[in-house]
């Protein structure tokens, strides 16, 4: 009889064993799978970060061409004598 006892409890610790394998490699699972969101998470961020940071760029980059531009339109307007000082300068006379 100590055989058939040996055998079982044998086989009920490799039973055990083999629930606990089984355990540790459905943890080892989900910690793989959290980590792997976490950094899918952390790489979004990333990309919505920079894209905000390039819109502000481009944003800026822009105002500064468009205020470039009316200066020069400007300034020509002013060389050819048609700015629009002239309409305050009427206003002006008129009062």
Known sequence: MADSTQMFRAGETHGHAQAKTE????SAKDTASTACDKTENAAQSTRDSAQQQDSGFL?????KIADMAQGAVDSVKNTLGIADNSNNNNSNNRS
């Open 23 to 26: 355990e540790c490699i459905q």
């Open 59 to 63: 944003q800026q980059t822009g105002e």
